[in-house]
C-alpha cells in the first residue's frame, strides 16, 4: 500500500507559477516511478510528467514541456511538478500518481491504467 498527499494547488493569474507537492508513505520510496496527471472538467484524467526512480529521467506532455518540471527527493519521500508560465487551459485537478510495478517511469506517459496509486488531488485554476 501506498499513500499519496499532495499540496500546493491554488489560484494564480495567467503568466504565474505554482509548486505542487506530494509525500508519499507506506513503502520503500526510491524504488517505483511518479508521476502527475490533471483533469479538467468534463474531461479524461491526462498524463502530465512522470519521473524514474532516482530522479534522473523525466518525461513530460507536449502541452506543457518547457514550463513545467517534475522532481523528487527520496530522503523526504516526496515529488514536486513546478508549474511555469500557467496558462487558463492548465486549469484542472491535479493528481500524484505511483506506478510501484516500473521503477523506470516509461510506462506513465501511456495514460493512467499505469497507475497503482493516487493521490487525493489539488486544484489549480489559472485566471486569465
Not at 494564480?12 to 506530494?22: E, T
Not at 502527475?36 to 512522470?50: L, S
Not at 514536486?80 to 523506470?104: G, Q
Amino acid at each position: 500500500q501506498v499513500q499519496l498527499v499532495e499540496s500546493g494547488g491554488g489560484l494564480v493569474q495567467a503568466g504565474g507559477s505554482l509548486r505542487l507537492s506530494c509525500t508519499a508513505s507506506g513503502r520503500t520510496f526510491s524504488t517505483y516511478a511518479m508521476g502527475w496527471f490533471r483533469q479538467a472538467p468534463g474531461k479524461e484524467r491526462d498524463f502530465v510528467a512522470a519521473i524514474n526512480w532516482s530522479g534522473d529521467s523525466t518525461y513530460y506532455a507536449d502541452s506543457v514541456k518547457g514550463r513545467f518540471t517534475i522532481s523528487r527527493d527520496n530522503a523526504a519521500n516526496a515529488v514536486f511538478l513546478r508549474m511555469n508560465n500557467l496558462k487558463p487551459e492548465d486549469t484542472a485537478v491535479y493528481y500524484c500518481a505511483a506506478d510501484i510495478d516500473d521503477y523506470s517511469g516509461i510506462y506513465l506517459p501511456g495514460g493512467s491504467s499505469y497507475v497503482d496509486y493516487w493521490g487525493q488531488g489539488t486544484q489549480v485554476t489559472v485566471s486569465s
